[in-house]
């Protein structure tokens, strides 16, 4: 684990679970997303690095967030345009064992369910036949919510839920829409635990 992992993990009481649910080999981390905290803490639930597709309108404003953020193994993509290479650098990860993140809402939300889930997490999966693997983030937007740069200590709650296999929803009409319905409702039960 990173140092700055470390402290991260030291600095906010935080409650991980479901880390026995994830698969060995290439795997889609597919989170919600209330915060910019959000990365740091998928990856201490799921326990490996993992390579974030990030919209490419989240650079540009500060050098110092731009290096961090291709320091932590970003993947900067286009919201406006065909993201190929983006998705060629997503596939030769996975395809030399890694985990690529991506955050179906496709925004940092201010309350979860605000948001329709993309279908993208679900078509990479699919793409390269690798298990789809929701995490639910509790308590983030308490700790540095969409809105605000500032960082406050609160209780945070990261769980990793039951993986999502392509090869379950072959003989489906609609896939991709199965499986993202399927991680709908997987991040909504810990959610609704947790908030209420």
């Known amino acids: ?3 700055g992992r470390i402290l991260f993990r030291h600095y906010f009481p935080m409650t991980l679970a479901g880390g026995d649910l994830v698969p060995d080999g290439p ?3 597919a989170a919600n997303h209330f915060s910019h905290l959000d990365p740091v803490v998928a990856g201490l639930a799921v326990g490996r690095p993992i390579r974030y ?3 490419d309108e989240l650079f540009g ?3 110092f967030f731009d290096n961090l953020t291709l320091w932590l193994g970003a993947i900067p993509m286009s919201r406006t345009r065909v993201p190929l290479g983006a998705l060629r650098l997503a596939t030769e990860e996975l395809a030399s064992g890694g985990t690529v993140g991506v955050f179906p809402e496709g925004v940092r939300v201010w309350r979860w369910g605000e948001q329709e889930a993309r279908r993208g ?3 990479l999966a699919r793409r390269m036949n690798v298990p789809l693997l929701p995490v639910a983030i509790a308590g983030s937007d308490e700790a540095m919510g969409r809105g605000t ?3 406050r ?3 945070m709650h990261a769980e990793v839920c039951e993986p999502i ?3 379950d929803f072959v003989r489906e009409s609609d896939p991709l829409g199965s499986m993202t319905s399927l991680w709908r409702d997987r991040i909504d039960e810990v959610l609704g635990r947790w908030y209420g």
Do not use: F, Q, T
């Open 61 to 63: 404003n500060s050098r």
């Open 53 to 55: 597709l990030a919209v």
């Open 27 to 29: 795997v889609v981390v």
């Open 121 to 123: 997490a679900a078509w």
């Open 165 to 167: 296999l392509p090869g």
């Open 149 to 151: 740069e500032r960082i």
């Open 153 to 155: 200590r609160r209780p």
């Open 1 to 3: 684990m990173r140092p």
